[in-house]
């Protein structure tokens, strides 16, 4: 007869709690032999074992709790939580350890999966089925492409601003190339692995080659937040410049600007300002907060945002000729982004909306770049078998 | 028809070509070995790794920068060339359309189980319905050539005749013909400007990845998991015709979901009875004396769902 312990098809918990029974070493095996956070279909167990008078996990997930208690498992120092996850999705979590009183928000130590953001690392459990794309990991056959820092003039800040330049493998200067302008491309690169993707997608044929410009801004909260400025630095400063510099393609179909969170509010908010200059959009969990009644609960950084949002959704114009919107399901920009599709699509311009398990994460942002860029920029994959 | 071809798999990190040549060439043979890598477009010249791969003479035929010049010459052909592009481009999407509105019901045939006597009657007309389309569609296709051809004479004006000439002295003085892959449509629409396959005659080719697909009745556009799309392999148009019975499948290891029986089954049995041949690293498809020899490890899709290998 199977040993409940043992038996791998029942639920983890009363094989943990069997384990207890057993003894501090049966226990400290049972750790030792299991992965934690253990997924097993819809379910996920995370375990935590250490000093503590409360355990609490922490998430970014709209319509739960924001923190759930774990149970101390009888005369142990182990604490356990069982939630529900669907197939498929990412969650971004942190433990809250507290002693007298006093709480500590900790990675997981028991689990080895981290995503990184500009903030810290928060631990991660992937729902059945999740595996980060195989595209988005370096790809030893795959050309690389290069990564220039430059400066360039502002007019209209005033100043100088740093940016990264892409160009793809095997750049020619007697070619024209296409331009993809990142909001947030510092981070795109540090936290989406937007350089390996670009060199991946490229020598997958699933983008074609192209450049891409990345900026930083030194206040994106305020310059991201339709700040009027921001629009024309890039459309009078920042492209015309790199058209000077750079073999690209000087057509507004050639032409993308793409942003996440206040990347994407200034990308479709510049998209708005100067309509038809950018041919092609791409926002990721855009924080397209607005109100139909009453005043917003966001915060006054979110003043601007809402005053664009609100204009748009009554006068869209027609900012763009393509655009993609991805958000995650677990963000509470879900509704937002769900709700500028239609208008989106009324525009007249060509939508893609792709919805992910996911949340407000670079990770969310990396995994749905591959269908975004290339519904942008179709690669030559369909015609070209080299 | 070709008396003698030899069809490989990608070229570019475990090539195999030299080997291949020496099936065709005696090793004491010292003239040139004529290449086209008019598929890498603008890398055309860059073909460095293979002169040193094969360890013969090679003189590449340039056939990309020679369309070029031409384009440069005679600005009319460009705008023509263009145009036809366009109508191209424009054909195959309707056909897309269409073909998508006909895929979907043979794959659900196929995954349906039941009384064989009902279904298996119903497979075959909706599978014979997509063979009509692709013929229809080829013969589409080969009208705006024909009509191309009719209106704008490609071969009677002059800088493609000159380019001919020199081509011609270049194939002459050749031992075999070496063709890369790369873009299957400009491969073919260039050689087929220059009616390259005229000027060389019946001697051995050596043809990889697009070009091998070029070479064949059908020219197959395929990806089982593409970015964005459809998924359903495309009939792009009419090949050259100069191997029979052969859709040639190249980076198939990349492209094709082959442990999903259903999609192997779609795909072989609207090919058949022309051989899906996975042009992966390391495969090598050769023709001679009238039938198909696959060296070991090069694999086929079959009508039931599996894949085995191409053998003798």
């Known amino acids: 007869m199977i040993d409940p312990a043992d038996d791998e098809a029942t639920d983890i918990v ?77 969650m971004e979590y942190k433990l ?113 080659p192209l450049v891409a410009i990345l900026t930083q801004s030194p206040d994106r909260m305020h310059e ?70 009453g005043d917003h609960d966001r915060g006054p950084v979110f ?53 992910a398990h996911d949340g407000h994460n670079w990770e969310n942002w990396r995994d749905r770049l591959r269908e975004g860029l290339s519904y942008l920029f179709p690669g030559p994959l369909w015609l070209v078998y080299e | 028809m070709l008396s003698t071809a030899i069809l490989l798999g990608p070229q570019r990190h475990v090539p195999i070509v030299r080997e291949a040549v020496a099936a065709v060439v005696p090793r004491d043979d010292r003239r040139p070995l004529a290449v086209v890598t008019a598929g890498w477009e603008e890398r055309e010249s860059e073909d460095q790794e293979l002169r040193e791969h094969v360890q013969r003479p090679v003189k590449n035929l340039e056939v990309w920068a020679r369309v070029e010049r031409i384009f440069d010459k005679d600005p009319e052909l460009l705008r023509a060339m263009r145009s036809r592009h366009d109508r191209l481009r424009t054909v195959q999407e309707l056909y897309r359309l269409r073909l998508q509105g006909l895929m979907d019901p043979v794959k659900e045939l196929l995954r349906r189980t039941g009384d064989d006597d009902l279904l298996a009657p119903a497979r075959h007309d909706a599978m014979a319905m997509v063979h009509e389309l692709d013929e229809q569609h080829v013969r589409r296709v080969a009208a705006i050539h024909a009509e191309f051809e009719a209106r704008w004479h490609p071969a009677a004006r002059a800088s493609v005749q000159r380019e001919k000439r020199e081509l011609h002295r270049h194939l002459e003085s050749a031992s075999c013909l070496l063709l890369a892959g790369g873009h299957v449509s400009v491969l073919l629409h260039r050689l087929r400007l220059f009616d390259l396959f005229g000027l060389y005659g019946d001697r051995p080719v050596i ?32 090949g050259f015709g100069l191997v029979p019975d052969v859709v040639a499948l190249p980076h198939a290891k990349n492209r094709l979901i082959t442990d999903d029986p259903l999609r192997v089954q779609l795909l072989a049995q609207r090919f058949a009875p022309a051989i899906c041949a996975l042009l992966d690293r390391g495969s090598r498809l050769d023709w001679t004396s009238s039938r198909w020899r696959g060296s070991p490890g090069t694999r086929r899709l079959t009508e039931s769902g599996a894949v085995a290998e191409v053998g003798e």
């Open chain 1, 303 to 355: 003043d601007p945002v809402v005053k664009f949002v609100n204009e748009f959704r009554k006068a869209p114009g027609r900012p763009s000729e393509s655009v993609f919107v991805s958000c995650g399901v677990y963000e509470s920009l879900i509704y937002y982004n769900r709700s500028l599709v239609p208008l989106l699509q009324e525009t007249g311009m060509q939508v893609r909306f792709r919805e």
């Open chain 2, 207 to 238: 043809a990889w990845s697009a070009a091998a697909m070029a070479l064949s009745e059908r020219i197959v556009l395929f990806h089982d998991d593409p970015p964005q799309g459809s998924s359903y392999a495309e009939v792009m148009e009419a």
């Open chain 1, 224 to 293: 991201y937040a339709d700040d009027e400025r921001h629009a024309r630095f890039l459309v009078e400063d920042l492209v015309p410049q790199m058209e000077a510099l750079l073999p690209l393609v000087r057509s507004p179909a050639a032409r993308a600007v793409m942003g996440a969170s206040f990347g994407a509010v200034a990308s479709l908010s510049t998209a708005w300002r100067h309509p038809g200059f950018f041919g092609k959009l791409l926002l990721q969990s855009g924080s397209f907060v607005f109100t139909e009644i």
């Open chain 1, 96 to 208: 809250g350890v507290a002693m007298f009183g006093r709480g500590t928000l900790i990675r997981d130590p028991l689990n080895r999966h981290t995503a990184r953001d500009p903030f810290g690392a928060n631990s991660v459990v992937y729902g059945e089925g999740y595996a980060p794309p195989e595209w988005t990991v370096e790809d030893p056959e795959a050309r690389k492409g290069t990564i220039e820092e430059r400066h360039v003039e502002s007019h209209v800040f005033g100043d100088w601003r740093p940016i990264r330049v892409y160009r793809p493998a095997r750049f020619r200067e007697t070619r024209r190339y296409p331009l993809l302008v990142v909001h947030d491309g510092f981070d795109y690169l540090q936290f989406a692995s937007l350089q390996t993707i670009l060199d991946n997608l490229i020598h997958r044929l699933e983008l074609p």
């Open chain 1, 14 to 90: 009363p094989r943990l709690e069997a384990a207890v029974q057993k003894g501090e070493a049966a226990l400290d095996r049972f750790v030792a032999e299991h992965e934690f956070p253990h997924v097993q279909g819809r379910s996920v167990t995370f375990l935590f074992c250490g000093e503590a008078q409360e355990v609490t996990l922490h998430h970014w997930i709209h319509g739960l709790p924001g923190s759930l208690p774990f149970r101390r498992l009888q005369h142990t120092d182990c604490w356990v939580l069982q939630i529900d996850l669907p197939a498929k999705s990412r």
